[in-house]
């Protein structure tokens, strides 16, 4: 009796092993995926390294050896839904696609129009994905821009990223996402990059940057915000990482650069009566990194009326910002319903119905607690003479 | 059963010649008196002291000053089985005309490797001295660093043809009388024909012959012997051997080298911790780096998996066959250059180490961080102070490997399972093998993951000696503490 339990036990080991042992060999890790509209398919494209090419690769493996840049693969097929596009594209490749390590997910600009729930959908019900995926939109084509040959970064994916994470404090995931489709009185939105053309000399060379601001309303993409609002809706979505400012000083026509050491903005909503007002509090410190004026920053009122005229150039970027996205896409990013509904939710189960309405009128003003933190290794400008 | 020694010189002679016949090497040394043999001395060339004999049995009878044999201890018997013992282990022994007694003098010599540094336990700091082969040299060794009438040494005689002398000693305050009762019940038991090291005697005592984990804890060295009776274990010497076997042992302990008590106690506790975490990596390392490279490449970060992918993409074997591979390899090594003189084995862990592994690298057969983890492994089970230890978690890791094969993390975390269920239903004389980690107890953490600074250790391990906790007094250490309890 024991003898045939152990038989047993051990047949169970042995022949039901390694069912789903999969070799890295195997795998096509894929690094960035894009997903456009193309009429009325889909057309989903992966795009992983080759790392046969890579270096580290050592021993035999074939003679040719890839030149330097053509170590990353991209692949597309289309569809009418997204699963079947990724089987048909998995007809083509040898290696079984594997997602867990997405590092970017691109959405053409025709398919966020059309509405991105398809491919969140996809992405959070299978668990091979990464739901700390970043998303962003590609202006135009989303495969086009995937092809752009990268040459800083060995996998392409990786400038995307990093260019994601120097911009924003914390980049957009599909979890971000997500939840900002879920949440009552909140939009998503995420950056849009484009193709653009980078010379140095006579040599031009195609390239990827930021080109401005994806908003959403509910799934669906409302416009591209322009690249010179960029900055001031970061800094009210509290998502922009050390900025730096130039200000003229009043009467004068020098002008001083401030570094920002942190910045942070908080929103809240203030009801008095039937009125709805938003309230958006920035705090922080910058250095001074340039003095182009003949005074000497140390000095109290000095650095009052620099932080004053730095205080009203973000006012003036960011009230633009928001008066852009307000009026003209009438999504709410900035969560101005969600924080209502946390803060007053008798008022916003009153307002909630004709949100959509109201929010392009809700006024807004800013508040500032901004400090200068110092003055960097110089006192006088280094044009000054300190013994006149 | 026993023979009685008979008056006449002439039939004692007979009989020993009967039963002695066929070794060159028992002499019997007749002493002659005006022609008339008086006495006889037997005793065995090369495990007597030849001078000895000469000078202090010989001589004396030569002049008829019967009283004047002159040796350390002499003793009278009157029977051969007693006389053959005594001859066999060493000593001589005196016959004589007209008396039923014979007078075994201890002339015991012969050469025997003398106190030499143990090769199996270097220290940086500490005492360089070392068992040897010698059983009175070893006993003599521990009596020195306690010189204590409390250090008790009971002696046992096993195996029927070896008759090999057996000490088993232990503090008489600090001991657990059952642990002492049971273990002399134990060493009484043992029927065997010859003990020629220590390892008879273990593996015949032993509580579970079928774990694959040491219950007992050996040393070459007579400050780790003296400290484990400290702690109210109890210490085997063996007749022949170096090793010195202790009893109860707990996993923790057996993570402990002597050089954490005389090192300053925060190197110590680092060291140990440290040792803790390598133990991990020799029992799990390979085992884990199969199952996440064959089932959870989404647990490793991106940029390595890429390395590991462009390292692998060449590699004809799946990752556990290339795993197996190595691993046995590495074991063979390791076997190869510990058996052979040690100036072919520099050879040997040249030619395996530095020429095979990177050419089987450079040929593509397996993979550069395989060859890093099994290094890594490795040198992690070198890490482990105790040697028996260190070769259970080496041969415990195939399994490991196998079943991270085929099950992946489960299959690690069930092996994890069975293991730690073993130990926790493993005990040494006893003792629980977890003890201090299951069952749990807080007193003994100043001497389990951390060694505290003497001046805290005023307890001994509560598992062990539970009779005789208290091994200090009150504040009798200087300091600027003062104050501590």
């Not at chain 1, 509910?218 to 690249?227: K, Q």
């Not at chain 2, 990177?358 to 490795?378: H, Y």
Request: aromatic share 8%.
């Amino acid at each position: 009796m024991k003898r045939a339990a152990c038989l047993l036990l051990v047949s169970a080991v042995l022949l039901t092993g390694c069912w789903n042992r999969t070799e890295v060999n195997d795998l096509a890790i894929v690094q960035c995926s894009a997903v456009d509209k193309d009429g009325d398919h889909y057309r989903v494209s992966v795009s992983f390294p080759l790392v046969s090419q890579m270096t580290g690769a050592r021993g035999g493996g074939g003679g040719t050896g890839g030149k330097e840049g053509q170590n990353n693969y991209v692949e597309s097929a289309d569809a009418e839904a997204i699963r079947t596009a990724l089987a048909n594209l998995q007809r083509k490749l040898s290696r079984r696609l594997y997602f867990a390590h997405r590092r970017v997910l691109l959405i053409g600009e025709k398919m966020a129009r059309h509405g991105v729930s398809a491919i969140l959908d996809n992405i959070a019900r299978f668990p091979e994905n990464r739901i700390s995926t970043f998303v962003l939109v590609a202006e135009g084509s989303a495969l086009q821009l995937m092809q752009t040959p990268v040459l800083m970064e060995r996998i392409p994916a990786e400038m995307f990223r990093e260019i994601l994470t120097t911009v924003m404090k914390s980049p957009v995931t599909a979890k971000d996402f997500i939840h900002a489709i879920l949440t009552e009185g909140i939009d998503p939105y995420t950056l849009a990059f484009d193709r653009t053309e980078t010379k140095t000399g006579d040599k031009a060379a195609d390239t990827i940057a930021v080109h401005g601001l994806a908003v959403f309303r509910d799934d669906r993409l409302m416009g591209i915000l322009d690249a010179k609002h960029l900055n001031g809706a970061l800094l009210a979505l509290d998502q922009l990482r050390r900025p730096v400012f130039s200000v003229k000083l009043p009467g004068s026509d020098h002008s001083v650069t401030a570094q920002f050491l942190q910045i942070s903005s908080r929103l809240e909503p203030i009801v008095s009566g039937q009125d709805v007002r938003m309230r958006f509090t920035f705090s922080g410190m910058y250095e001074i990194s340039t003095n182009e004026s003949e005074n000497a920053l140390i000095r109290f009122e000095e650095s009052n009326r620099i932080t004053k005229a730095i205080e009203d150039r973000i006012r003036q970027e960011v009230s633009a910002a928001v008066k852009e996205i307000q009026t003209r896409f009438k999504a709410d990013i900035f969560g101005f319903g969600s924080a209502l509904w946390r803060n007053h939710p008798g008022v916003w189960r009153k307002v909630s119905k004709q949100w959509h309405d109201l929010y392009p009128q809700v006024p807004v003003e800013y508040r500032f607690d901004i400090r200068m933190e110092h003055v960097g290794t110089l006192n006088l400008p280094v044009h000054e003479n300190p013994n006149p | 059963m026993t023979t009685p020694i008979r008056k006449q010189l002439d039939a004692n002679r007979r009989w020993l010649k009967e039963r002695l016949d066929g070794n060159f090497d028992v002499v019997i040394q007749d002493i002659e008196h005006r022609g008339k043999t008086t006495a006889f001395v037997l005793y065995i060339e090369g495990m007597a002291d030849s001078e000895a004999i000469s000078d202090h049995v010989m001589a004396p009878l030569m002049r008829q000053e019967w009283n004047h044999i002159s040796a350390s201890q002499k003793s009278e018997t009157g029977d051969f089985e007693t006389v053959l013992d005594a001859v066999f282990a060493g000593n001589g022994a005196v016959f004589f005309e007209d008396a039923d007694k014979a007078v075994i003098v201890n002339v015991r010599g012969g050469t025997r490797r003398g106190v030499e540094e143990p090769n199996s336990e270097a220290v940086i700091r500490g005492p360089r001295e070392g068992f040897n082969e010698n059983l009175r040299t070893n006993t003599a060794l521990v009596r020195f660093k306690i010189k204590s009438p409390k250090l008790k040494m009971e002696s046992f005689t096993i195996g029927t043809e070896t008759r090999t002398q057996v000490v088993l000693a232990y503090m008489d305050n600090l001991i657990d009388p059952g642990v002492l009762r049971e273990v002399r019940e134990r060493i009484r038991k043992i029927n065997i024909d010859g003990i020629l090291e220590s390892g008879y005697i273990e593996e015949s005592i032993e509580d579970d012959t079928f774990s694959p984990f040491p219950q007992f804890q050996y040393t070459e060295r007579p400050d780790t012997a003296a400290a484990q009776l400290l702690e109210g274990r109890f210490a085997i010497f063996v007749d022949g051997s170096p090793f010195v076997l202790m009893a109860p042992v707990t996993l923790m302990q057996l993570l402990q080298a002597s050089e954490d008590y005389y090192d300053r106690f925060m190197i110590g506790s680092m060291i140990r911790i440290l040792r803790i975490v390598f133990m991990l990596l020799a029992l799990y390392l390979p085992g884990v780096y199969v199952a996440i490279m064959t089932y959870h490449q989404d647990m490793i970060p991106t940029n390595l998996l890429l390395s590991i992918a462009a390292a692998r993409e060449a590699i004809p074997f799946p990752t556990i066959v290339e795993a197996l591979i190595l691993e046995v390899s590495f074991e063979a090594l390791r076997e190869a250059s510990i058996r052979l003189p040690r100036t072919i084995g520099q050879a040997v862990s040249i030619l395996g180490a530095l020429v095979v592994g990177q050419a089987a690298v450079e040929a593509g057969i397996v993979s550069a961080p395989m060859v890093i983890i099994v290094s890594l492994t490795g040198i992690a089970s070198f890490s482990i102070p105790r040697f028996n230890l260190a070769i259970t978690m080496r041969m415990l890791r195939f399994p490991m490997m196998i079943m991270a094969g085929i099950f992946g993390l489960l299959g690690i975390v069930v092996g994890m399972v069975l293991i730690t269920t073993h130990l926790s239903r493993l005990r040494s004389f006893g003792v629980p093998y977890l003890s201090g980690l299951a069952p749990a107890s807080p007193k003994d953490h100043h001497d389990l993951f951390f060694r505290l600074s003497w001046r805290k250790q005023t307890s001994r391990n509560h598992a062990i000696a539970h009779r005789n906790r208290k091994r200090m007094g009150g504040p009798s250490n200087w300091g600027p503490e003062g104050s501590w309890p």
